[in-house]
């Protein structure tokens, strides 16, 4: 834990040793000072000892908090002028986007390279998956080149399972059809306790396609595991009865989005695909919007200082309006500076290796 | 030829034996039942089955053999190979192979490849529609004529009720049955697994019971149109088995099968996105696991069938979605079976007429099913007690695509006959037996 904050707090701390010229005992007690100082959590702090990172439903509570933990530290390292530690140097971090995303594959990219990873982004259209290669085979080539971590998105769930099961590359599930984004959820839930210092006791309402969302699966999971209490709102094609059943307890299905938002603390809406409307789980946009889009109005049923999230990329006027989206209640671009944070902090939790490999790179920095 | 089978503890329901006898075998024919204690005919061949239960040959009424076209998958003498391992008779193999069997050149060849395997009794089940497309009905007639016992567009349902009215009436005229796949494409479009909390969870697309469900109501309702002989296939869902429930107690000549990884499984199953745990229909939640084994203790349920369906492993090797549907079953069915009666569920009587008295019955296959004098000599012969474990890369079957693989499993058939052949027999059948004989001494 000592030599992980010489490397998030690093230049600070040996700034301060050599102005004052501490011996090496000192420095180690100036360490253990800043752990001390670090925010305290009603759980007990575990190690990350995972291989992989396929989802929020496996995590402990415990996990889940350490991954929290090490993002904040890492959020300091963007505010910098130099936005670079040399914490993951000389490892390699591939990008395996077989969906079309932006935000989030960018965001990975920047949190490598930020670790001074070397990043590599494949996308289907430029990759031999286009000439017909299964997953599995695409895996084992990755796998030859000895890449240190693999971060994947895939319009099927379950398809990063499958490369886990393959590699011995940790595996980071950047999205897997409607299964899980744990990033996404652990982002959120990042910004969530940046603003309400908790969240145990939260009430948190999601709106939207409940159905075909992954966000709302791992938000799911990851709030009431730490102790909020989680209302879904959508059409009733979108939300199905069965729901409920996901977590033992703190889920609570309602039909008017007015319900869910009653009280709540924080309001996270979900992207309506619109690709998918040729389905016909509602009859038209515009009745969506009127029925389950999020407008000012809502916002006076939620707690006084309510905060809205969205994971984006965000349609305006349908499923959320202008006003709430670019308003002050909206933390949609706190969101995506957390989610570098929180990328940094999986990716240095999945591919460190040893310890002893760590303490070894912070010593070489002296 | 004679063989005499010696010793061995023989349940036909048939002809509601349930004792110690000496089964006579003669030309491929039962030649009958006799008393231990009579003696033995000259120049009879003896198999010793001490501490066995003697049965009449086992029915699988659906397989998918995959011959001709998808030859790398199975053959109709892999398959048969596999069948009599797993202590099947007979097998049906279902028409949706590459062509489709739905014209009389098909089904002499699947008979020929049949007959030149020597190992199971191939019976063909022919096409509803030509090429299974749901369109126009195939020549039933024909295929009747070489061979086939019964029609299904297995893999698919009879699309609309009023091409599947046709069908019933049209298969009347010839004495088929008509095996439908209930589901309803509308409900289960693009679905992998049962739709329930699991599919929810994995964020795959559901297959809902009600799919198989309105499909079995729908098909019962127009088997009392009809009055034909209406079979389904492979139900999994409480709403199915219930309407056939209610057809039976009507009165209507409809019947049904289940498959043992139906009720030995549940959804849950595919919790690590493992593509042998992807079938159709899927594996259900453990409420209608429990309707299945209610329906076979209230003798709703006919008939237990494999639904043996081989899948090259590079298919299987694909993402959940991407993978076919199906599994192999040939050799692990009687092992799971055996669970059941074990577990008191139901009685080996029961078992043996769920895999024999009825399969044969239901596919109106003559002289098969029973021991009676005169009947071919089909024999399965068991061993209740037999604690094995099964490994998936020791199977009979080209595939190896089970969920089972390492399962261990007590009770299996140890030999199996077909028309007075020894086409199988347990690799320890002779320390099985000599061990059973110094038990049953000893007492």
Redesign the interface.
Known sequence: MAAFFILALGPWVFGLCKKLDLTRVVRVAAVQLLIDQRPKTQFMHTTFERKDLLGI?ELSAGEIVHILDTAETFRDISRRQVKKVPTLRGRTVINLFFEPSTRTRTSFEIAAKRLSADAVNITPSNSSVSKGE???DTARNLEAMAPDCIVIR?S????P??LARMCNAPIVNAG?????HPTQALLDALTIREHKKKIEGLKVAIIGDI?HS?VA?SNIYLLTRLGATVSVAGPGTLV?A??V??VEQGLRLEKRIEDAIEGADAVIVLRIQRERQDAAFFPSMREYAIHYGLHPEHLKLAAPDAIVMHPGPINRGIEISSEIADGSTSLILDQVTNGLAVRMAVLYLLSRGSRADVDEDAESRK | MKVLIANGYVVDPAQQVNTGKNLLIEDGRIAGLLDRAEPRPEGVEVLDATGLVVAPGFVDLHVHLREPGQEYKETIATGAAAAVAGGWTTVCAMPNTDPVNDNPAVTRFIVEQGQRAKLANVFPIGAVTKGGCGKELAEMGEMKAAGIVAVSDDGNPVPGAGMMRRALEYARGFDLPVVDHCQDPSLSKGGVMHEGRWSLILGLRGLPAAAEEVDAVRDCVLARLTGARLHLAHMSTRGAIEAVRQAKQAGLQVTCEIAPHHWTLTDQAVESYDTNTKMSPPLRSSEHVEALLEGMRDGTIDAIATDHAPHHSDEKALEFDEAPFGIIGLETAIGLAFDLVHQGTISLERLVEMCATNPARIFSLTDRGSLAPNAHADVTILDPACEWVFDVAASKSKSRNSPFHGRAMKGAAVATIVGGRLVYLHPDYGRITQLKYREASAK
């Not at chain 1, 099927?156 to 398809?159: D, S, T």
């Not at chain 1, 897997?176 to 899980?180: M, P, Y």
């Open positions: 439903r299964t997953l599995l895939h099927m769930a379950g398809a399972h499958h897997d059809g409607a299964h899980e159905l992954r699966r199905p069965e729901f059943g996901l």
